[in-house]
Every structure is written in C-alpha cells, then in structure tokens.
C-alpha cells in the first residue's frame, strides 16, 4: 500500500480540520495509509508524524485551527534540516505529502520538490488569500464572515455615538481582506498597501459630511499600510474633528468556526491534491481561478506576484 502525509504550515485557517478529514477519508477510499505530520515543518524534522485513522478525525469538521497544529520553521529554511524531515518521510516509506499553507510555507514546498525525489502538492490555505494563480485560499470566506461581524457590532456603538472607527484587518502585505469588508460593510475609507493613499484627499469630503449631518465614519485599514490604525485615528480627531477610536481586529481573523463554503472547497482542494500525487504530479499546487480547479507547478506560483481583482478595486473607488 502507497502512503501519503498532510502537514499544516504557517498561519492558521478556519477548515484546516475539514480538510484533515477528509484527506483520511480519500486516502482510505483510494486504497491509501495516511500519515499525519504534526507541527509543520518542524515535526517533519523533528519526526513528529503518526499514522492517522478514522477514529482521529471524527468530531473536528466544526473546529478552526489545526489538530495538526502548525508552525513557521525557519529550520526547514535550512538545506541541512531538510534532508533530515525527508528522511523521517523516507523511513515510513512516505512519497507524497501534501502541504496546507501560504507563501512561506509554498517557498519551504519549492525547495523540497526541487532538492528531492518526493511527490509535493500544495493546497493554498491562507486567510491572506495571497496565493498567486489562486482567486481562492481556505479559510478566506470564514475569515471575511468573522471580519463582517466584528465591524457590524462595531457600527452598532459608532451609531450611537458622534465617533470615527478605524478596523484594522491583517492580510500582511495584501489588502484582499480589507478590501472585500470594506464593500461588504459600507465603509466610508479604505486603506491597503496595494494603493498609494493621501489623507488629505479624504478631508474635504469628510468635513462637509460632518457639516451636513454625518455622525460616524467606519473606516477599514489593512495591516501593511505607511500608517497605523491608531496615527488614522488621530487624524480623524485632528483634521475632521470628530471624536475616534482605533480597532485593531488581530487573531481573532483566523479562528471561528468554519464557514460552509469553507467546509465544501477544503473537501474539493484535497480531492484535486490526492488525484495530484496519484497522477505523479510532482510539485503542483491546487489552484482555484474563474470558479475552475488547476494545477499550476510550484514554480509558477512562487514566482508570480498575486494582484488584487481589479472589478473589486473598481468597486471600492469611492472609498480609495
Ligand atoms: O498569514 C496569516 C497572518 O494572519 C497574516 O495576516 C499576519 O500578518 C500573520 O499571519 C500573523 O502571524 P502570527 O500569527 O505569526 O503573528
């Protein structure tokens, strides 16, 4: 019988788990031994990898995080430690291994399948939704849901009083989340690094609706931007004169229970890996683009810079 491992690496998402299970269903189905690898990376090298069974994935579908846990290795960043987590592989007689993570965790992937004789597959999982060749990353969707929620109950209190709220989402250094909240909650301001902004643009403006009756401002800035979400804050209260408080939304982005798109795509993503590695692709991601599956090769997407969907950034005009 061929064996497969699953590892989790990098930032946490919501429905990690979903796919968990399902990657011990399909292997089982496909006439499979699943192994898991615990802690990403750094238990690939440290052998922290453990056959897996039914029994060890009933009750998770509903659970965020990772019961694989996961880590950010800058061990396996080493060519030196990278032999000894192929080796642990190795030993358990293991030549496929799919990988659940973002950008970092693709380029740890890149190097493995250019190093060694192992069959990689990558299933984007981010809630950064940075993944170039990718529209889709797990995790996104319950991510934007929890966002919506977050700045929803915010509204509630900034209705209620005469107040600037600045929501800052994280992302990195891409703006996806906070661009699609911003439309999704009818925000007055966008901030994200992907676009050149000058605060000054927005004072005018911001001044003749506090004239006119305005009461509140929801503004949603993204990590990664030259500002913070307290210094937006401040200027809120110096240059439009309105009274406000800063939001940072943190970790609190990654958790929750997983959304039912999120559940559906995590079966989809592991499905499309599995038939991957037992096609003998070597080194592809799943990639998900115009509401199709591909494989694009590991190449290809850790050399490509992922740009933000124009139609959404057209959308967001007003608020840029
Ligand atoms: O990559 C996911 C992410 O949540 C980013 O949005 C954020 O910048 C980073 O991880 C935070 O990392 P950590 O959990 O290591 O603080």
């Given at each position: 019988?061929?064996?497969?491992?699953?590892?989790?690496?990098?930032?946490?998402?919501?429905?990690m788990?979903?796919?968990?299970?399902?990657?011990?269903e399909?292997?089982?189905?496909?006439?499979?031994?699943?192994?898991?690898v615990?802690?990403?990376?750094?238990?690939?090298?440290?052998?922290?990898?453990?056959?897996?069974?039914?029994?060890?994935v009933?009750?998770?579908i509903?659970?965020?995080?990772?019961?694989?846990?996961?880590?950010?290795?800058?061990?396996?960043?080493?060519?030196?430690?990278?032999?000894?987590?192929?080796?642990?592989?190795?030993?358990?007689?293991?030549?496929?291994?799919?990988i659940?993570?973002?950008?970092?965790?693709f380029?740890?992937?890149?190097?493995?399948?250019k190093e060694f004789?192992?069959?990689v597959?990558g299933?984007?999982?981010?809630?950064d939704?940075?993944?170039a060749?990718?529209?889709?990353?797990?995790g996104?969707?319950t991510?934007?849901?929890v966002?919506?929620?977050?700045i929803?109950?915010i509204?509630?209190?900034?209705s209620?009083?005469?107040?600037?709220?600045?929501?800052?989402?994280?992302?990195?250094?891409?703006?996806?989340?906070?661009?699609?909240?911003s439309?999704?909650?009818?925000a007055?301001?966008l901030?994200?690094?992907?676009?050149?902004?000058?605060?000054?643009k927005?004072?005018?403006?911001?001044?003749?609706?506090v004239?006119?009756g305005?009461?509140?401002f929801?503004?949603?800035?993204?990590?990664g931007?030259?500002d913070?979400?307290?210094s937006?804050?401040k200027w809120?209260?110096?240059?439009i004169?309105?009274?406000?408080?800063?939001?940072?939304?943190?970790h609190?982005?990654r958790?929750?229970?997983?959304s039912v798109?999120?559940?559906?795509?995590?079966y989809?993503?592991?499905?499309?890996?599995v038939?991957?590695?037992?096609d003998n692709?070597?080194?592809s991601?799943v990639?998900?683009?115009?509401s199709?599956?591909?494989?694009?090769n590991?190449?290809?997407v850790?050399?490509?810079?992922?740009?933000?969907?124009c139609s959404?950034l057209?959308?967001?005009?007003?608020?840029?």
């Amino acid at each position: 019988m061929q064996s497969i491992a699953i590892l989790c690496s990098g930032g946490d998402v919501s429905s990690m788990n979903a796919a968990i299970k399902h990657f011990v269903e399909y292997s089982f189905e496909n006439s499979l031994t699943p192994y898991f690898v615990y802690d990403g990376y750094e238990g690939l090298i440290d052998n922290n990898i453990k056959k897996a069974s039914y029994s060890d994935v009933s009750g998770i579908i509903n659970r965020g995080g990772t019961m694989l846990r996961s880590s950010r290795s800058s061990r396996f960043m080493k060519y030196s430690y990278r032999i000894i987590a192929v080796d642990n592989l190795k030993k358990l007689g293991i030549d496929m291994l799919i990988i659940l993570g973002g950008d970092g965790s693709f380029r740890g992937m890149h190097k493995l399948s250019k190093e060694f004789d192992i069959k990689v597959c990558g299933v984007p999982s981010t809630i950064d939704n940075d993944i170039a060749l990718s529209d889709y990353s797990l995790g996104v969707d319950t991510s934007l849901n929890v966002i919506k929620n977050a700045i929803d109950s915010i509204r509630d209190t900034a209705s209620s009083f005469k107040r600037a709220f600045v929501i800052e989402t994280m992302g990195r250094d891409c703006g996806f989340l906070a661009l699609v909240s911003s439309l999704t909650s009818g925000a007055e301001m966008l901030l994200i690094p992907e676009v050149e902004y000058d605060l000054d643009k927005y004072k005018h403006r911001f001044k003749q609706q506090v004239s006119n009756g305005r009461n509140y401002f929801i503004a949603v800035v993204s990590e990664g931007i030259k500002d913070d979400a307290q210094s937006i804050s401040k200027w809120f209260e110096e240059e439009i004169g309105i009274e406000s408080r800063a939001t940072i939304l943190g970790h609190i982005q990654r958790g929750s229970n997983p959304s039912v798109y999120d559940r559906l795509m995590a079966y989809k993503f592991i499905n499309h890996a599995v038939d991957a590695l037992l096609d003998n692709k070597k080194s592809s991601v799943v990639c998900h683009s115009d509401s199709n599956f591909k494989l694009e090769n590991i190449d290809d997407v850790v050399g490509t810079k992922k740009e933000l969907d124009c139609s959404l950034l057209k959308l967001a005009k007003s608020m840029l």
